[in-house]
């Protein structure tokens, strides 16, 4: 088997932060910083907040006389301001009354026409017609701007605007207001603080105004609530009809990632995109970047995602793109609903036919071209290794000019410097023997090439050597598109694992949805896929794969949800979606980690993968409210200054109730420098059916896992009725033979509450893990 590296790639788009320094700013000393106010210390003299914190700004003095810059006020994420200030004015700031507690900037970076069928969404039954195709709701992006002019955002046949919109459509760089309609019903951009780092934006780089440049935004905002759209593909791929998720849904776009080609985004931005969101009237928000993980009070995410729960709007985010290892986990706050990424059950490929069809084999391939490719003859070094293999080098232009070159499996060779070596030469194509096809992205295909399974490869090379020297060839049919492949969905490679470093006690990422490989639209001025040495080729639609493109389906699920339950909190919807999630895939075994290719495990998945129709009736649901939130910090020795900057609260908070056990849909023990422990879980469950019913407790767990459930059975009288119950997990795993899986060591099981008489099965995963 070749060994496959699949972390030398630096994969798809990312969510990845690099730490930066603040010397990277353009004033010299003067930097931004994001301060966290006592509302309550305001004043009277003053008539409202932004007042007294600009006239605070100017009564701040400074040796060399510079002033300090007022960027934004915040009323709804945080109580504060972000603002560029000297040194001098740092300290003066820090003994004003009121203050709380500053922070510097900090910059994040960004981390499909047949997904809504692979989630079992249908025109005509389930939540799909139930929730009215999730009409009315507004989902808030947070991203890269929008293509308003997509047709995945006509607004025909939509409803006029809902009363409780207050949010606008901002004019800017080709932009105006008149671009927005009833399906995108807001667009506003935020760049103050990216400026202040130094970017200039011009039409160049980006364009400052909520227009998308780099075609993020479009994406992700089309995949969750993109019209049904006819006839698209993605170069002969992916062909049909694209829909978002949430087709009746409203879309307004929060601009705060610029730079098309870094991709970066500044924390005083990214609060401002989401208190405007919070005052604008969103009812879900998704984002798709992160920042560095520090605590949950210095992430802007973290900090504004908790405000906008506080408002029961719910909050989804991307779990990052730096899989397979362990502890990899951004966006992992509980308040949030942490997604990962997911295959879908489609592929795309070329078919090879061999000779006069001697042989047949169907290989990966995307590349972008419809080349007719007949009879080509085959290259294949005949005995020299080295030219097998298509060492760098190692093949002869003019030998190889117009020939297709088969180059083998090797151990110590990945694809791309088999490419490199395709890309030197004259050949006309390839066709590797390789098992990374999987791991190969769209853009990676800028060469005629199909990569065939080590099985096939094997067909091939005997076909090859069955004829004498010259004598094969090859024909070959491109723009394939295949559905109902298996097993599928698999744990993309790239999605971040669990546990959370923040918080190892609260099982992340919560689930995982579509995120490979996803066609949704794009902006069309940018070029997206080269070929060879060409120019970059334009499209409406593009196939684009991350945990970026996963955060938007869970959202979208979350706007149906939302509007078939109107009262359901962010938790409780989190709660449906996780406890009705599926654990095995479309063979009928476990979800299956693509690295490894072994059964993956909650760490790798959370609850499973996301399933809608059952998620819009799950029985029972685990909801948690802000307090509960703040008790779980106060258990994680939060200090008072940290509480308040997330939860905003008066003067005189202190932690009263410190409580780890967060009512969460899953259970995770962490072992710390220990082989045997022993926890008692307590958690509430709401009935959220529409008749009493009765639930009885089972577990499914592994040797070195003992859990019994106190009671193992409850009645509950009516809709919304709640009981508690007591999880006591004996975990020894002391002697046992522990199979690492990616490199999670640890075990895991599941309670299920079945519903007696009745269909609800209520599933929550159960895992030990060692900590980090
Ligand atoms: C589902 O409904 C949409 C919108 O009415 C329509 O465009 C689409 O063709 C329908 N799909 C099926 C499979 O009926
Ligand atoms: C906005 O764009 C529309 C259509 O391109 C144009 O008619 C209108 O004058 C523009 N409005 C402003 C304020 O630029
Ligand atoms: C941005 O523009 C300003 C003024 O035009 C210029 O002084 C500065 O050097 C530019 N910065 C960068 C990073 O190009
Ligand atoms: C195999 O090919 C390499 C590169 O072309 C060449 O240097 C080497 O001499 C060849 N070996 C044999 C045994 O032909
Ligand atoms: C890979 O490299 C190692 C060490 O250089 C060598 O022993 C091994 O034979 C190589 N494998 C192949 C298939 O060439
Ligand atoms: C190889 O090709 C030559 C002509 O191109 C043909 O005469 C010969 O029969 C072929 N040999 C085999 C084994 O197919
Ligand atoms: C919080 O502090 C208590 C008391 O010092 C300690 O027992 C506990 O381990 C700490 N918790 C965490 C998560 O650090
Ligand atoms: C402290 O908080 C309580 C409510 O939690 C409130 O009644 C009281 O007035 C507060 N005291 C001060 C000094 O703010
Ligand atoms: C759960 O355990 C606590 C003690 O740890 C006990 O007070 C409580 O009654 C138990 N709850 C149930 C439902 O058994
Ligand atoms: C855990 O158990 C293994 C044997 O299964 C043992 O090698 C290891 O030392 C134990 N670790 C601790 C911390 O007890
Ligand atoms: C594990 O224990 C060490 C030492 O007591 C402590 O510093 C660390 O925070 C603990 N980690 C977890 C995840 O509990």
Same mark, same amino acid.
């Given at each position: 088997?070749?060994?496959?590296?699949?972390?030398?790639?630096?994969?798809?788009?990312?969510?990845?932060?690099?730490?930066?320094?603040?010397?990277?700013?353009?004033?010299?000393?003067?930097?931004?910083? *994001?301060?966290?106010?006592?509302?309550?210390?305001?004043?009277?003299?003053?008539?409202?907040?932004?007042?007294?914190?600009?006239?605070?700004?100017?009564?701040?003095?400074?040796?060399?006389?510079?002033?300090?810059?007022?960027?934004?006020?915040?009323?709804?994420?945080?109580?504060?301001?972000?603002?560029?200030?000297?040194?001098?004015?740092?300290?003066?700031?820090?003994?004003?009354?009121?203050?709380?507690?500053?922070?510097?900037?900090?910059?994040?970076?960004?981390?499909?026409?047949?997904?809504?069928?692979?989630?079992?969404?249908?025109?005509?039954?389930?939540?799909?017609?139930?929730?009215?195709?999730?009409?009315?709701?507004?989902?808030?992006?947070?991203?890269?701007? *929008?293509?308003?002019?997509?047709?995945?955002?006509?607004?025909?046949?939509?409803?006029?605007?809902?009363?409780?919109?207050?949010?606008?459509?901002?004019?800017?760089?080709?932009?105006?207001?008149?671009?927005?309609?009833?399906?995108?019903?807001?667009?506003?951009?935020?760049?103050?603080?990216?400026?202040?780092?130094?970017?200039?934006?011009?039409?160049?780089?980006?364009?400052?105004?909520?227009?998308?440049?780099?075609?993020?935004?479009?994406?992700?905002?089309?995949?969750?609530?993109?019209?049904?759209?006819?006839?698209?593909?993605?170069?002969?791929?992916?062909?049909?009809?694209?829909?978002?998720?949430?087709?009746?849904?409203?879309?307004?776009?929060?601009?705060?990632?610029?730079?098309?080609?870094?991709?970066?985004?500044?924390?005083?931005?990214?609060?401002?995109?989401?208190?405007?969101?919070?005052?604008?009237?969103?009812?879900?928000?998704?984002?798709?970047?992160?920042?560095?993980?520090?605590?949950?009070?210095?992430?802007?995410?973290?900090?504004?995602?908790?405000?906008?729960?506080?408002?029961?709007?719910?909050?989804?985010?991307?779990?990052?793109?730096?899989?397979?290892?362990?502890?990899?986990?951004?966006?992992?706050?509980?308040?949030?609903?942490?997604?990962?990424?997911?295959? !879908?059950?489609?592929?795309?490929?070329?078919?090879?036919?061999?000779?006069?069809?001697?042989?047949?084999?169907?290989?990966?391939?995307?590349?972008?071209?419809?080349?007719?490719?007949?009879?080509?003859?085959?290259?294949?070094?005949?005995?020299?290794?080295?030219?097998?293999?298509?060492?760098?080098?190692?093949?002869?232009?003019?030998?190889?000019?117009? @020939?297709?070159?088969?180059?083998?499996?090797?151990?110590?060779?990945? !694809?791309?410097?088999?490419?490199?070596?395709?890309?030197?030469?004259?050949?006309?194509?390839?066709?590797?023997?390789?098992?990374?096809?999987?791991?190969?992205?769209?853009?990676?295909?800028?060469?005629?090439?199909?990569?065939?399974?080590?099985?096939?490869?094997?067909?091939?090379?005997?076909?090859?050597?069955?004829?004498?020297?010259?004598?094969?060839?090859?024909?070959?049919?491109?723009?394939?598109?295949?559905?109902?492949?298996?097993?599928?969905?698999?744990?993309?490679?790239?999605?971040?694992?669990?546990?959370?470093?923040?918080?190892?006690?609260?099982?992340?990422?919560?689930?995982?949805?579509?995120?490979?490989?996803?066609?949704?639209?794009?902006?069309?001025?940018?070029?997206?896929?080269?070929?060879?040495?060409?120019?970059?080729?334009?499209?409406?639609?593009?196939?684009?794969?991350?945990?970026?493109?996963?955060?938007?389906?869970?959202?979208?699920?979350?706007?149906?949800?939302?509007?078939?339950?109107?009262?359901?909190?962010?938790?409780?919807?989190?709660?449906?979606?996780?406890?009705?999630?599926?654990?095995?895939?479309?063979?009928?075994?476990?979800?299956?980690?693509?690295?490894?290719?072994?059964?993956?495990?909650?760490?790798?998945?959370?609850?499973?993968?996301?399933?809608?129709?059952?998620?819009?009736?799950?029985?029972?649901?685990?909801?948690?409210? &802000?307090?509960?939130?703040?008790?779980?910090?106060?258990?994680?020795?939060?200090?008072?200054?940290?509480?308040?900057?997330?939860?905003?609260?008066?003067?005189?908070?202190?932690?009263?109730?410190?409580?780890?056990?967060?009512?969460?849909?899953?259970?995770?023990? *962490?072992?710390?420098?220990?082989?045997?422990?022993?926890?008692?879980?307590?958690?509430?469950?709401?009935?959220?059916?529409?008749?009493?019913?009765?639930?009885?407790? &089972?577990?499914?767990?592994?040797?070195?896992?003992?859990?019994?459930?106190?009671?193992?059975?409850?009645?509950?009288? @009516?809709?919304?009725?709640?009981?508690?119950?007591?999880?006591?997990?004996?975990?020894?795993?002391?002697?046992?033979?522990?199979?690492?899986?990616?490199?999670?060591?640890?075990?895991?099981?599941?309670?299920?509450?079945?519903?007696?008489?009745?269909?609800?099965? !209520?599933?929550?995963?159960? !895992?030990?893990?060692?900590? &980090?």
């Amino acid at each position: 088997m070749g060994k496959f590296n699949p972390f030398k790639f630096f994969p798809y788009f990312l969510l990845i932060i690099l730490p930066v320094s603040m010397s990277s700013t353009i004033s010299g000393s003067y930097n931004t910083y *994001i301060i966290h106010m006592d509302k309550s210390a305001m004043p009277a003299a003053f008539s409202s907040h932004h007042h007294w914190y600009t006239a605070t700004l100017s009564s701040l003095s400074s040796s060399n006389g510079l002033l300090p810059t007022h960027l934004y006020t915040y009323n709804h994420v945080i109580y504060g301001f972000s603002a560029v200030l000297s040194p001098e004015h740092l300290h003066q700031l820090s003994r004003i009354p009121g203050h709380i507690a500053t922070y510097p900037e900090m910059f994040g970076h960004l981390h499909t026409t047949h997904t809504p069928q692979f989630l079992g969404l249908n025109n005509h039954s389930g939540l799909w017609p139930i929730s009215g195709f999730g009409d009315d709701v507004i989902i808030g992006i947070l991203d890269t701007g *929008i293509w308003p002019e997509s047709e995945s955002f006509d607004d025909e046949g939509m409803p006029p605007l809902p009363e409780r919109w207050r949010g606008g459509c901002e004019s800017g760089m080709e932009f105006n207001s008149s671009n927005c309609n009833r399906k995108l019903i807001g667009a506003r951009s935020f760049s103050k603080g990216i400026k202040r780092r130094g970017l200039n934006i011009s039409r160049t780089n980006d364009y400052d105004s909520p227009r998308d440049f780099m075609g993020h935004g479009t994406h992700t905002s089309s995949t969750a609530a993109g019209r049904h759209v006819d006839n698209v593909e993605y170069f002969g791929y992916a062909k049909g009809t694209a829909t978002g998720i949430a087709p009746m849904a409203r879309l307004a776009m929060y601009k705060v990632v610029f730079d098309g080609d870094t991709y970066e985004t500044a924390a005083s931005d990214v609060l401002a995109g989401m208190d405007q969101a919070i005052a604008d009237g969103v009812d879900i928000m998704s984002l798709s970047l992160g920042f560095p993980e520090t605590p949950f009070s210095e992430n802007p995410i973290a900090v504004g995602a908790f405000s906008a729960m506080e408002k029961g709007i719910f909050v989804s985010c991307s779990v990052g793109n730096s899989g397979p290892h362990a502890y990899t986990i951004f966006n992992g706050a509980p308040w949030i609903t942490t997604v990962g990424a997911g295959t !879908v059950d489609r592929d795309f490929v070329a078919r090879v036919t061999f000779g006069d069809g001697e042989l047949t084999v169907i290989g990966k391939s995307i590349y972008p071209e419809n080349l007719f490719v007949s009879n080509v003859p085959i290259y294949y070094g005949y005995g020299n290794r080295s030219k097998e293999i298509c060492d760098y080098k190692s093949l002869n232009p003019k030998e190889v000019a117009g @020939k297709y070159i088969f180059c083998d499996l090797d151990d110590n060779l990945t !694809v791309f410097q088999q490419l490199l070596e395709l890309d030197r030469t004259e050949a006309a194509g390839a066709i590797f023997n390789s098992d990374s096809g999987q791991f190969l992205k769209t853009s990676d295909f800028n060469l005629p090439f199909v990569t065939v399974k080590p099985n096939d490869g094997e067909l091939v090379k005997k076909y090859i050597t069955s004829v004498s020297e010259n004598n094969a060839t090859a024909s070959i049919k491109f723009q394939i598109t295949v559905i109902g492949t298996r097993p599928a969905p698999q744990v993309a490679y790239f999605s971040s694992r669990g546990p959370d470093r923040q918080s190892p006690w609260i099982l992340k990422p919560d689930i995982l949805a579509p995120g490979v490989n996803i066609l949704a639209a794009w902006v069309p001025n940018r070029g997206l896929q080269p070929i060879r040495d060409s120019d970059l080729l334009l499209t409406d639609y593009a196939l684009v794969s991350g945990t970026s493109m996963a955060s938007p389906h869970a959202v979208a699920i979350a706007a149906l949800l939302k509007a078939t339950h109107r009262d359901w909190s962010p938790a409780a919807i989190r709660s449906a979606m996780m406890t009705s999630a599926d654990v095995v895939d479309n063979t009928g075994n476990p979800i299956i980690d693509m690295t490894s290719k072994v059964a993956g495990t909650p760490l790798d998945f959370g609850a499973g993968h996301v399933n809608p129709n059952k998620a819009m009736d799950p029985g029972l649901v685990y909801d948690i409210e &802000a307090k509960d939130y703040i008790n779980y910090l106060c258990s994680l020795n939060y200090t008072t200054q940290q509480i308040r900057v997330i939860w905003r609260t008066t003067s005189n908070f202190t932690c009263e109730y410190a409580n780890r056990d967060l009512n969460y849909p899953s259970f995770m023990v *962490i072992l710390n420098e220990t082989n045997t422990t022993t926890y008692t879980f307590k958690r509430v469950l709401t009935n959220v059916g529409d008749s009493p019913s009765v639930y009885r407790a &089972a577990v499914k767990v592994p040797s070195g896992m003992k859990v019994s459930v106190q009671p193992e059975m409850i009645s509950f009288e @009516k809709k919304y009725s709640r009981a508690e119950f007591n999880l006591t997990a004996e975990i020894n795993l002391g002697g046992i033979e522990i199979v690492p899986q990616s490199d999670y060591i640890g075990n895991y099981g599941f309670l299920l509450w079945s519903e007696e008489n009745g269909k609800h099965v !209520v599933r929550s995963p159960i !895992v030990s893990a060692f900590a &980090a």
